[in-house]
């Protein structure tokens, strides 16, 4: 770059001052003309992590979080009693420091930690879960993950508004740093429940402070507002565009935590995604298109991550919309799904075909035998139903998020159900908070959905089915299917426990309210500075033990 000017005679010290400014505009210009630096690696220089997060949350509220994204924001802010660790997808103690276990199985004494500190500076106390327990499992608040608290002693009933008397709920608060729970059955997996989001403590005088316990959507999850235990806080909110959190010093690990700040980006296009990580946006994606898979595994290996996800999608039918209040029209179409061909030709790679709910997992649980798709039976069952040919059947919406997959997947059943069985289906791209209400009011005909594990147990895949439950969007219920669920949990002995749950497994297929068609797998990008970020089957990331370092 060259400039030009004429210069001017001027005295000796004037032609001093005047050379002086001429120099500095030379470096102020070169400077521009430099290559500016990314956000990454202004990122790796500040230690703030640039993350894709998909969607815009729908709240920060852990009692009301019913969205994978959400909750990946969530665990930088909250901390249950224990928390997960991210290779085995074990409890870990947290907030509490250790647990005892009553010889019946009944009873769980937690023992908080002394240093345990709310971002205020406040201390945490046994009182503060009790609060929060009380205030999830409030019929007002309408929680829809109420249900993982269920196996405390009276907590369904009071959920149900059938107990209006908390006090006769398991939950007892023995001293600020004892905390006793019990059971209304043996629940070996409750220390992998307490890690959840439903069972994350929140903060009484700030809750009280923006409206009552049980209020939803009030100001308390703002800015400024937020009160969190975990070990970030949350610094800045600006709608679809970033949230961030930064280094809370009063969580009992900030010693460790090799992090200042997180910042998460809702990026809903994963190519979108792609192109920000290779402009030095983002250190890791939230997913990569299928298509790219092939040129980075080639090309960039050191960059790409394909990794097991306790994950399943399925076809979530409406049972409560003509025609699909039939079972024999929803076996058709659930047996009319070729997942094999809809995998290669979406997934490249990145899923597994599926005939069932629950994934593979780390219990030893084995899902039941399911046939294969089967067009011709297909077309007899919708005949026999009395629409032979797809005649008399009214067309059919398909509603999916609007990601680079789902979509996809919609048009690849459109297409099957249109040849074989001459069902017609329309297609309907929502953003996820659309798309998940859409699911929870019932206004939806079909819908596709996904489900990642909470724990690594089968009953988190089985117990979404239960009748009212808050996350069984299907409108479907079957007391047959309750009672095998309510007998595994009264089960003691594990062989004979997934027998149960097998039976319970297999009604659920049969009655078809959903027709599971992928095991996922989490195709996505990472930054070689990105250190502690594992494969984590459930999904989620202990931001504080994650660091950046320059490769």
């Known amino acids: 770059m060259s400039l030009l000017f004429r210069p001017r005679r001027v005295a000796p010290i004037a032609r001093l001052a005047f050379s002086s400014l001429i120099l500095a505009f030379v470096v102020a210009l070169a400077a521009g003309c430099a290559k500016r630096e990314t956000p990454a690696a202004a990122g790796l220089r500040t230690r703030t992590l640039l993350v894709g997060n998909q969607n815009e949350p729908a709240t920060l509220d852990p009692h009301l979080i019913d969205a994978f994204t959400d909750m990946n924001i969530a665990?930088?802010?909250?901390?249950?009693?224990?928390?997960?660790?991210?290779?085995?997808?074990?409890?870990?103690?947290?907030?509490?420091?250790?647990?005892e276990i009553s010889a019946d199985g009944l009873v769980y004494t937690f023992?908080?930690?002394?240093?345990?500190?709310?971002?205020?500076?406040?201390?945490?106390?046994?009182r503060d879960f009790a609060f929060s327990l009380q205030r999830i499992l409030s019929p007002k608040l309408a929680s829809p993950y109420a249900y993982v608290v269920w196996p405390l002693k009276n907590a369904e009933a009071y959920h149900a508004g059938k107990l209006a008397d908390f006090a006769r709920v398991g939950v007892h608060v023995v001293d600020d740093l004892t905390l006793r729970l019990t059971l209304e059955r043996p629940t070996p997996y409750l220390p992998a429940l307490a890690a959840l989001a439903a069972w994350m403590p929140v903060h009484r005088a700030t809750i009280?402070?923006?409206?009552?316990?049980?209020?939803?959507?009030?100001?308390?999850?703002?800015?400024?507002?937020?009160?969190?235990?975990?070990?970030?806080?949350?610094?800045?909110?600006?709608?679809n565009a970033r949230i961030a959190v930064a280094?809370?010093?009063?969580?009992?690990?900030?010693?460790?935590?090799?992090?200042?700040?997180?910042?998460?980006?809702?990026?809903?296009?994963?190519?979108?995604?792609?192109?920000?990580?290779?402009?030095?946006?983002?250190?890791?994606?939230?997913a990569l298109p299928a298509a790219k898979i092939a040129t980075y595994r080639a090309q960039s290996p050191e960059r790409l991550r394909v990794e097991p996800l306790l994950n399943t999608?399925?076809?979530?039918?409406?049972?409560?919309?003509?025609?699909?209040?039939?079972?024999?029209?929803?076996?058709?179409?659930?047996?009319?799904?070729?997942?094999?061909?809809?995998?290669?030709?979406?997934?490249?790679?990145?899923?597994?075909?599926?005939?069932?709910?629950?994934?593979?997992?780390?219990?030893?649980?084995?899902?039941?035998?399911?046939?294969?798709?089967?067009?011709?039976?297909?077309?007899?069952?919708?005949?026999?139903?009395?629409?032979?040919?797809?005649?008399g059947l009214p067309p059919l919406s398909i509603q999916t998020l609007n990601d680079d997959k789902l979509p996809r997947v919609a048009e690849v059943l459109q297409t099957m159900w249109q040849r074989e069985l001459g069902v017609r289906v329309g297609i309907e791209p929502f953003e996820q908070k659309t798309w998940i209400q859409n699911q929870q009011s019932l206004a939806h005909t079909i819908a596709l959905m996904g489900w990642t594990a909470d724990y690594a147990d089968p009953i988190t895949f089985l117990d979404i089915f239960r009748t009212g439950g808050g996350n069984n969007w299907t409108g479907w219920g079957d007391q047959a299917y309750d009672a095998l669920l309510a007998t595994a949990a009264n089960t003691a002995d594990p062989a004979a426990r997934f027998q149960v749950l097998q039976r319970a497994e297999t009604l659920l297929l049969d009655v078809a309210p959903?027709?599971?068609?992928?095991?996922?797998?989490?195709?996505?990008?990472?930054?070689?500075?990105?250190?502690?970020?594992?494969?984590?089957p459930l999904g989620f990331h202990r931001y504080q033990l994650v660091e950046l370092a320059n490769p």
Not at 524 to 536: D, E, F, N, R, S
């Open 208 to 239: 009280e402070k923006f409206g009552a316990p049980d209020a939803r959507d009030t100001a308390w999850t703002r800015p400024a507002n937020l009160v969190g235990n975990g070990p970030f806080t949350l610094a800045e909110w600006k709608p």
């Open 111 to 126: 023992h908080l930690r002394r240093d345990g500190r709310w971002s205020n500076g406040d201390a945490l106390t046994a």
């Open 313 to 391: 999608y399925y076809v979530n039918f409406n049972v409560t919309k003509p025609p699909l209040d039939r079972a024999d029209v929803r076996r058709a179409l659930a047996l009319a799904i070729d997942r094999e061909a809809l995998v290669r030709t979406v997934y490249a790679g990145a899923a597994q075909p599926t005939r069932v709910l629950t994934a593979p997992d780390h219990s030893g649980y084995a899902p039941p035998a399911r046939p294969t798709h089967d067009f011709a039976a297909a077309r007899a069952l919708l005949a026999a139903a009395g629409f032979p040919g797809g005649a």
């Open 247 to 286: 280094k809370n010093p009063r969580h009992r690990d900030a010693a460790r935590n090799r992090l200042e700040r997180v910042e998460f980006f809702p990026v809903e296009k994963s190519d979108t995604e792609e192109l920000s990580f290779r402009a030095g946006q983002l250190h890791v994606t939230y």
């Open 514 to 536: 959903i027709a599971p068609f992928a095991l996922a797998s989490r195709a996505y990008l990472i930054h070689p500075a990105v250190k502690g970020w594992g494969p984590a």
């Open 75 to 99: 665990v930088a802010l909250f901390e249950g009693l224990t928390v997960l660790d991210e290779a085995t997808a074990q409890p870990l103690p947290a907030a509490a420091e250790r647990w």
